[in-house]
């Protein structure tokens, strides 16, 4: 994929674990195509009951998956299951039993991005509906969401200081997602260039 994106909210069909469906570019906006997407800020309906009652569907699926799993593999921990705006989050965290195998983690997260998938496929067979649920294993995904916080508002306040732009090192689409999030809060524009692996995020002055 070698188009050039800009978008606060991306997206990137072309990743296997991060699996959403292409959406239409805007005029003037093109969209970085990834799972990682959320609703659009301008005309996105928010989740309504039914979809939050399919939402925690998902996640009772996914936790039953994942328990399975766990057993099989003979492995300790417990899911905790939510809602988080427009999709279910479910984890693996530690249990009275035990810790959670960080092998569930895997280098860079990349265990727990093949876990994710397999998880949003079966919960896809029993519901009939593309899952866009995310999962975290031990905290991974909280604490790099974190570090990338504040990678992100350095980036911003450096871009904001000298009205130059900002390129950003390659990262994840979870990752990138978290910047374009931070970046249009703080009121400017990003943008997503370059192919995985070397995608990253680029902020541009206001």
């Keep these: 994929m070698t188009e050039q994106d800009t978008s606060p909210v991306e997206q990137n069909s072309s990743s296997l674990n991060e699996g959403a469906e292409q959406g239409a570019p805007a005029p003037d906006v093109t969209k970085d195509v990834a799972d990682d997407v959320t609703a659009s800020q301008s005309g996105a309906d928010a989740p309504t009951s039914t979809s939050a009652s399919l939402l925690e569907r998902e996640g009772e699926v996914a936790a039953d998956f994942l328990e399975q799993l766990l057993d099989i593999a003979d492995m300790d921990g417990d899911i905790d299951v939510d809602v988080d705006g427009d999709r279910a989050a479910v984890a693996i965290v530690d249990s009275e039993e035990g810790r959670v195998s960080r092998r569930l983690v895997g280098t860079d997260g990349k265990v727990l991005e093949a876990l994710q998938e397999l998880t949003r496929l079966a919960v896809q067979a029993s519901t009939g509906e593309r899952s866009r649920l995310m999962l975290d294993v031990a ?56 192919v995985e692996p070397q995608r990253h995020v680029v902020i541009l002055p206001a």
């Design 139 to 194: 905290g991974f995904r909280a604490e790099r969401r974190a570090a990338v916080v504040k990678i992100a508002q350095a980036a911003i306040d450096t871009v904001k200081s000298t009205g130059e732009k900002v390129a950003m090192n390659p990262m994840t689409a979870f990752e990138r997602k978290v910047v374009h999030d931070e970046v249009l809060a703080a009121g400017l524009m990003s943008e997503s260039e370059g």
